[in-house]
């Protein structure tokens, strides 16, 4: 079997939800009819969305889709009240749900209701390609036909989330004095002959809670304890009473009091944890797996989020997480999931730089404010591109910053990501694994770290025609605001999962054995002082480039050891098994011949693909995989290339 599909195969699953069904409600079977002509739509914006509106035997009727479509395209289905406490909506359209809705309100859960939602369920399924379980929404009197729905087809709901749902007609508008043309709805509706039949009436959905409960659907209901309208006693707490009585229960938030309409209006508390409700159960696994793996989990940073109410996270990576987007995502994604938790975020990405940079950086970079409780790594796209064709490098450095890390506190946990490039697009189309997630991979098997596969996810997606490498993220690695969507959403479903898991926090184990023995484990950077300065070399104390052109922070009017001519030498003494040179390679960097331990001298050419236009950070190994003990190494520069005859030495490189 190729290793990329066994890498595929090898992503955990999740569990997919029991169904069933139960009388005494008619359960109906799935619809084996020939797929529904498409409707006419009218397209319009809403809160930045666009929504689509038809109607269905004269109901209105939309869906608004989400900027970037969650795999498998899931969805909240809103039966009632859209504008009102549309918190959660707004929240799962951010996180890539679509939102439904068809006014059957006034029918007041009718058979005839439920008709009407067979047709809208069978026309978003067909036309719009929707998932096949929605979260169904109640608000107050939309609990009516959404129970009754779900108990006529429990198999098609993957969770209920209710906000003050009527679940007994006998409660409400019966017994409220004003609704009394809403009763005379309900006896409308559903042809009853009289008051009394439909008192009789054993089909509202307290009375149809069996099937719900057969096919174990998740359900989580918010009410206010003084509602005089939708009295919770009578309608959510029956409920749970009767639930708990055949094997099931009701997840319920409450509100203490409310003053506003009686109690039935308040403002709605917990709307990411009742977002988050719905994402757990009614995501849909891409391509049959998801994308992250969880090994050891998150279980140390999220005991300390949420029981020591602080909290220290790093993003370290190149330019994909020097950016915004993903990163303001993730945070404020933490922010709300420990809302009483103090964070501090580092942002500790470098544009141009890969995991032979980090693993030297990781001292003045990571950990120079104190332990850290949650880090988050990418290096892929940087590795695939800065060092080609040098897996063992690409090994040697991300285990060097796995193992660095976990040595100086081995309650950090660590995500390793892998975000997508057209390279690594190529190579899963061929079914091969990219060099640099294959090489990552094993370092997140050895060490446990969480992993997430972003370009193994967006080149399914592409298979399936969900999005286009060249439309969609514009061919480039720097995602556009599409692309940090779709990294976001996946990244927040990664961290629902591991911080729902139940692994008890301890010290990660590390292993007795390093992956590789010459692992820059103990990468740092050396003291540019510590350089014995031959002819040429200076030490400036703010270098910038004399010609100008482009700069990277952290790598211009800093410190830096510099030559401009041909011959200038330094030499340095270090103890280690590694040494290299983190420079700011621009147009002007020339080919170095260098010597380790007086051996011959050899050439390496600094000079970078962008170096023309850019004096990028770049770091060359010079001397790797030695004895430990104390060694030397003598610089000098060339005339090699004519026009490239400087070197600016930004850190030394140790290990």
Same mark, same amino acid.
């Given at each position: 079997?190729?290793?990329?599909?066994?890498?595929?195969?090898?992503?955990?699953?999740?569990?997919?939800?029991?169904?069933?069904?139960?009388?005494?409600?008619?359960?109906?079977?799935?619809?084996?009819?020939?797929?529904?002509?498409?409707?006419?739509?009218?397209?319009?914006?809403?809160?930045?969305?666009?929504?689509?509106?038809?109607?269905?035997?004269?109901?209105?009727?939309?869906?608004?889709?989400?900027?970037?479509?969650?795999?498998?395209?899931?969805?909240?289905?809103?039966?009632?009240?859209?504008?009102?406490?549309?918190?959660?909506?707004?929240?799962?359209?951010?996180?890539?749900?679509?939102?439904?809705?068809?006014?059957?309100?006034?029918?007041?859960?009718?058979?005839?209701?439920?008709?009407?939602?067979?047709?809208?369920?069978?026309?978003?399924?067909?036309?719009?390609?929707?998932?096949?379980?929605?979260?169904?929404?109640?608000?107050?009197?939309?609990?009516?036909?959404?129970?009754?729905?779900?108990?006529?087809?429990?198999?098609?709901?993957?969770?209920?989330?209710?906000?003050?749902?009527?679940?007994?007609?006998?409660?409400?508008?019966?017994?409220?004095?004003?609704?009394?043309?809403?009763?005379?709805?309900?006896?409308?509706?559903?042809?009853?002959?009289?008051?009394?039949?439909?008192?009789? %009436?054993? !089909?509202?959905?307290? =009375?149809? /809670?069996?099937?719900?409960? *057969?096919? #174990?659907? +998740?359900?989580?209901?918010?009410?206010?304890?003084?509602?005089?309208?939708?009295?919770?006693?009578?309608?959510?707490?029956?409920?749970?009473?009767?639930?708990?009585?055949?094997?099931?229960?009701?997840?319920?938030?409450?509100?203490?009091?409310?003053?506003?309409?009686?109690?039935?209006?308040?403002?709605?508390?917990?709307?990411?944890?009742?977002?988050?409700?719905?994402?757990?159960?009614?995501?849909?696994?891409?391509?049959?797996?998801?994308?992250?793996?969880?090994?050891?989990?998150?279980?140390?940073?999220?005991?300390?989020?949420?029981?020591?109410?602080?909290?220290?996270?790093?993003?370290?990576?190149?330019?994909?997480? %020097?950016? !915004?987007?993903?990163? =303001?995502? /993730?945070?404020?994604?933490? *922010?709300? #999931?420990? +809302?009483?938790?103090?964070?501090?975020?580092?942002?500790?990405?470098?544009?141009?730089?890969?995991?032979?940079?980090?693993?030297?950086?990781?001292?003045?970079?990571?950990?120079?404010?104190?332990?850290?409780?949650?880090?988050?790594?990418?290096?892929?796209?940087?590795?695939?591109?800065?060092?080609?064709?040098?897996?063992?490098?690409?090994?040697?450095?991300?285990?060097?910053?796995?193992?660095?890390?976990?040595?100086?506190?081995?309650?950090?946990?660590?995500?390793?990501?892998?975000?997508?490039?057209?390279?690594?697009?190529?190579?899963?189309?061929?079914?091969?694994?990219?060099?640099?997630?294959?090489?990552?991979?094993?370092?997140?098997?050895?060490?446990?770290?969480?992993?997430?596969?972003?370009?193994?996810?967006?080149?399914?997606?592409?298979?399936?025609?969900?999005?286009?490498?060249?439309?969609?993220?514009?061919?480039?690695?720097?995602?556009?605001?599409?692309?940090?969507?779709?990294?976001?959403?996946?990244?927040?479903?990664?961290?629902?999962?591991?911080?729902?898991?139940?692994?008890?926090?301890?010290?990660?184990?590390?292993?007795?054995?390093?992956?590789?023995?010459?692992?820059?484990?103990?990468?740092?950077?050396?003291?540019?002082?510590?350089?014995?300065?031959?002819?040429?070399?200076?030490?400036?104390?703010?270098?910038?480039?004399?010609?100008?052109?482009?700069?990277?922070?952290?790598?211009?009017?800093?410190?830096?050891?510099?030559?401009?001519?041909?011959?200038?030498?330094?030499?340095?003494?270090?103890?280690?098994?590694?040494?290299?040179?983190?420079?700011?390679?621009?147009?002007?960097?020339?080919?170095?011949?260098?010597?380790?331990?007086?051996?011959?001298?050899?050439?390496?050419?600094?000079?970078?693909?962008?170096?023309?236009?850019?004096?990028?950070?770049?770091?060359?190994?010079?001397?790797?995989?030695?004895?430990?003990?104390?060694?030397?190494?003598?610089?000098?520069?060339?005339?090699?290339?004519?026009?490239?005859?400087?070197?600016?030495?930004?850190?030394?490189?140790?290990?």
């Amino acid at each position: 079997m190729p290793l990329a599909t066994l890498i595929r195969t090898s992503f955990l699953a999740r569990a997919l939800l029991l169904t069933g069904a139960t009388a005494p409600l008619t359960i109906h079977a799935e619809s084996k009819a020939a797929p529904l002509p498409p409707v006419a739509v009218q397209e319009s914006k809403v809160n930045g969305y666009i929504r689509q509106s038809f109607t269905i035997d004269g109901h209105p009727a939309y869906l608004v889709s989400p900027s970037v479509a969650a795999p498998g395209k899931p969805w909240i289905w809103r039966t009632s009240f859209p504008d009102y406490h549309a918190e959660v909506d707004l929240e799962l359209l951010r996180c890539g749900y679509h939102l439904g809705f068809i006014d059957v309100v006034d029918m007041l859960g009718s058979d005839a209701s439920l008709d009407l939602m067979d047709r809208f369920y069978e026309q978003v399924r067909t036309q719009w390609g929707l998932a096949p379980k929605p979260a169904l929404e109640p608000c107050s009197r939309g609990g009516l036909h959404a129970y009754r729905y779900a108990a006529r087809h429990p198999e098609r709901i993957a969770c209920i989330v209710g906000d003050v749902p009527v679940m007994d007609f006998k409660s409400w508008p019966f017994k409220r004095p004003e609704a009394k043309e809403n009763w005379q709805q309900v006896i409308k509706s559903y042809g009853f002959e009289s008051d009394a039949e439909a008192m009789s %009436f054993t !089909g509202n959905p307290i =009375d149809q /809670l069996a099937p719900i409960a *057969k096919a #174990k659907i +998740p359900l989580r209901h918010t009410v206010c304890l003084t509602d005089g309208i939708v009295p919770p006693e009578a309608n959510t707490f029956e409920a749970k009473r009767r639930l708990q009585r055949i094997g099931w229960d009701l997840e319920v938030v409450t509100v203490k009091e409310s003053s506003e309409a009686g109690g039935h209006h308040f403002p709605l508390p917990e709307v990411f944890e009742s977002a988050r409700f719905v994402m757990d159960h009614a995501d849909v696994l891409p391509a049959g797996h998801d994308y992250f793996q969880l090994r050891d989990g998150l279980s140390n940073s999220k005991a300390l989020f949420a029981n020591r109410k602080t909290g220290r996270v790093v993003f370290l990576g190149g330019s994909i997480t %020097f950016n !915004g987007g993903w990163r =303001d995502e /993730l945070m404020s994604y933490l *922010k709300r #999931k420990f +809302p009483e938790t103090k964070f501090e975020f580092i942002a500790a990405g470098i544009p141009s730089v890969g995991s032979n940079g980090h693993a030297f950086r990781l001292e003045q970079d990571v950990f120079a404010k104190g332990p850290v409780d949650l880090l988050f790594v990418e290096a892929a796209v940087n590795d695939g591109g800065n060092i080609p064709g040098q897996p063992a490098l690409m090994l040697r450095a991300m285990e060097g910053v796995v193992r660095h890390a976990r040595a100086v506190n081995p309650l950090t946990d660590i995500v390793q990501m892998h975000f997508v490039s057209g390279e690594a697009l190529s190579d899963y189309a061929a079914n091969k694994l990219p060099d640099a997630i294959g090489q990552h991979e094993r370092v997140a098997v050895h060490y446990g770290c969480v992993s997430l596969d972003l370009a193994m996810e967006c080149a399914d997606r592409i298979k399936d025609g969900e999005l286009t490498w060249a439309g969609d993220f514009h061919g480039d690695v720097h995602p556009p605001p599409y692309g940090q969507r779709l990294y976001s959403n996946s990244m927040m479903r990664m961290l629902d999962a591991a911080f729902a898991s139940a692994t008890p926090p301890g010290p990660h184990q590390m292993p007795g054995t390093m992956l590789d023995a010459a692992s820059y484990s103990d990468g740092r950077y050396g003291l540019l002082e510590n350089a014995r300065l031959g002819k040429g070399f200076t030490l400036d104390p703010k270098w910038h480039p004399a010609k100008g052109g482009e700069t990277r922070a952290g790598f211009v009017d800093v410190p830096a050891l510099v030559a401009s001519e041909p011959g200038s030498e330094f030499s340095y003494d270090f103890t280690g098994t590694a040494f290299g040179l983190f420079l700011a390679a621009g147009y002007d960097t020339c080919v170095v011949e260098f010597s380790v331990d007086r051996a011959p001298f050899k050439k390496l050419d600094t000079f970078s693909h962008w170096s023309g236009s850019l004096h990028l950070p770049w770091p060359v190994m010079l001397a790797d995989g030695l004895a430990p003990g104390k060694h030397q190494v003598a610089i000098r520069t060339t005339a090699e290339v004519k026009e490239r005859t400087a070197l600016h030495v930004i850190h030394v490189l140790l290990n």
